[in-house]
């Protein structure tokens, strides 16, 4: 359970029912299509047969001048310098880079910076240390459009410069021999969304003029890095992710076999989603933790033997990650049981001495499913605080940090993920101005959505709906798997499964079925025999021994008698009285509980020994007897006066009551005298 808002698409059925027709096509995929936005038969035809075409790479800006620069460096000679990064994207650029270089007959070296060490992009070190091999040209991947006094400085040393990435230019461009990058606003290029492995791609496609060609080369690590990098999997960026999953799936490429053995996954089919989850950590762990100079050399082996070395050495940074990721979660947690009001901020700012900075973007990336908010997390070490955002859609946490630009040594990004650094002196300070931002900016903050299709009835789920889903593949980013909504479902049994899962049977019209809850367990669920709720859910295709069954896997659920938009308001007008804005007479008033209001909600939990679960739960609980603005300013007066403790998780909480000691005045808390 949680504080998303769910949505539903705009689903017109006459529309449909004409493009089922039209294409012939099951009734049921023309729904999702339509869903989604796809009503013209050419284009829905396209999607399905994986026919998207590929934009002209000539229509880059300056496409002529960097393959003609690559092409005279080759034909005199010259080694060739490749740099790329040291996220999956990057690695999977470099290599492909480097692999069409090599087979071209180019003399070519190739850099990766440690993300420790070095930090993101070029460096003047770093161009020193490429001079020194001897290279005249320098090809960049996956970075380098905001390397403005860097390329200037490359070109002082003899050093030309040909730039390729997909992030944002900031202004003036460097001075190169070409830049190639599709946010340029001189780019024609008719798609825009590529990774930084899709723009080095196309560079790949204009020397080669035969696209086919290059896909049957290098698909896989296009694919990979698009992935790994959440690009739109729509239009050509589907296409590369199609042809890449079968190239992957053929086990063309030694290094992406020996990785998929050792995460386990050797015999079977590599889809979007598997990708990230199993070959994507593994490369992104080798930057992360030590040198991703291994991922690198692993998608360049050659040899069984040193594919197998060089997964396993990848598979034990992923090891390491995890657990330095688990640990720093734990003390990210344990800040905020002390120190609750931080959950109230509009913008989550934390910070911790000597932080793995290669994992707070992971961690910040949870405190925002936990919480709702956009989230921060700095690494303070040796007086400089460096760290990673991630936000919610319809929040730019790209513009909100740009408005401290003063303050920070550098930062770059998006608007959902954010890298920044600054004096650790100024992180309180870059606390409050960011939130200060987002007050001005946002009077209401955008929260996190949980986006459906449409909605279906228990007797609507078959395998022949499984087979409609598939053939939506790739799903991810821009294209996500199709999810439902299963309304009014009447609870008939809740188990728990294994450690932290739980299998609910739901019925409604006579109808049973089976649903999962992964990473819940019932206590966490609180549901009862009787409950009617609502479901978000995806389905998944079963198979055992033969026969194929329909898994319903639950993505979130809520009491059927919630209303979604009251809660959302409360805990947003909450937050703001927590975090000390001004609040309107009325404001105060709707806040404002009355003594029954407490008394209800202690007599509640006296009858139940407390409460731990979702807020959800507890406001289903009180929904009679207490609104729902009053029901958070009751716990905190109850907790202000001594009767209870607190431990706010923000999509659940835990409260135990505490040994009373006399009468409480609960009318002399602080927040009372607040809001009175």
Known sequence: MSFRRWTFAPLDKQAAAELASAVEIDGFLALLLSARGITAPEEAQALLNGEEEFADPFAFADMDAAAECIQEAIDRGETIAVFGDYDADGVTATALMVTYLREKGANVVYRVPRREDEGYGLHATTIDEIVETGATLLVTVDNGISAVEEVAYANSRGLRVVVTDHHQPQGV????????????????????????????????????????????????????????????????????????????????????????????????????????????????????????????????????????????????????????????????????????????????????QDWYSGVVGIIAARVLERYGKPCILLSVSDGYAKGSGRSVPGFSLFDAIASCEDMLLNYGGHQLAAGLGMDASRVDEFRRRINDYAATQYPDMPVPTLEMDFRLVPAQIDVGKLDAIEQLEPCGAGNPAPQFGLFNMRVESVTAVAVKHTRLTLSRDGVSITAMRFGATPAMLGLSVGDTVHLAVTLDRNEFRGTVSVSVIIKDLRFADTVQEELIAAKQLYDRLICGEELSAAERERLCPVREHMAVLYRLLKAQDGFDGAWERLYHLTKADIPADKLRPAVEVLRQAQLVTVCDRGDSTALTLCPVNGKQDLMKTPLMKVLH
């Open 173 to 352: 461009l460097p001075d190169a021999a070409a830049v190639l990058d599709p946010h340029r606003e001189d780019c024609e290029s008719a798609f825009k969304m590529y990774a930084g492995v899709g723009v080095a791609f196309k560079l790949v496609c204009a020397m080669e003029g035969d696209e086919e060609w290059a896909l049957e080369r290098y698909a896989d690590l296009v694919a990979l890095g698009t992935l790994a990098d959440v690009m739109p999997l729509t239009g050509e960026n589907r296409r590369l992710v199609t042809e890449g999953l079968k190239m992957i799936n053929r086990g063309g490429r030694k290094g992406l076999t020996a990785l998929a053995r050792e995460a386990g996954a050797a015999d079977r089919r590599q889809t979007a989603g598997s990708a990230v989850f199993t070959l994507a950590p593994r490369i992104n762990a080798a930057g992360r933790m030590g040198d991703p100079d291994l991922a690198v050399r692993l998608l360049l082996s050659e040899t069984d033997e040193e594919a197998a070395e060089l997964a396993a050495a990848l598979a034990a940074f992923n090891v390491e990650r995890q657990k330095k990721e688990s640990d720093i979660l734990a003390e990210v947690m344990a800040y905020v049981d002390t120190h609750p009001e931080v959950m109230a901020q509009r913008v989550i700012v934390l910070s911790g």
